[in-house]
């Protein structure tokens, strides 16, 4: 059984830092992860991911710089580190997994399994 639980979101000021958590359980060996998020109202949308390996990531346009991705050594906990937070980056950001992909995509559909989210809010 797949299990996702995000951990680390809350409120904090724009220009602050956040470190968000995604812990994993699952049997499949190898898998793909990925990072989103979902503001009021609008389409859920991709924020990064990071391959099976963790010698690959990739960035949406809009988080490129302030935003980093990794994956801890037991490959079973993904970390979102956000610096300069704007009040767009208000939304609940949820973890998403791809069995037997290796890779990073960026595509929601491309993830079968997802967390139950961590709320991120930036005040201005």
């Known amino acids: 059984q797949v299990q996702l639980v995000e951990s680390g979101g809350g409120l904090v000021q724009a220009r602050g830092s956040l470190s968000l958590s995604c812990k994993i359980s699952t049997p499949t060996s190898s898998y793909a992860t990925a990072w989103f998020r979902q503001a009021p109202e609008k389409e859920r949308e991709f924020v990064a991911a990071?391959?099976?390996?963790?010698?690959?990531?990739r960035y949406a346009d809009f988080v490129k710089g302030r935003f980093t991705v990794s994956r801890g050594n037991a490959r079973n906990t993904v970390y979102l580190l956000m610096n300069s937070l704007k009040p767009e980056d208000t939304a609940v950001y949820y973890c998403g997994l791809r069995p037997n992909n290796v890779g990073t995509p960026m595509a929601r559909t491309d993830y079968l399994y997802w967390g139950r989210g961590t709320q991120v809010t930036v005040s201005s």
């Open positions: 990071i391959s099976w390996s963790g010698s690959a990531t």
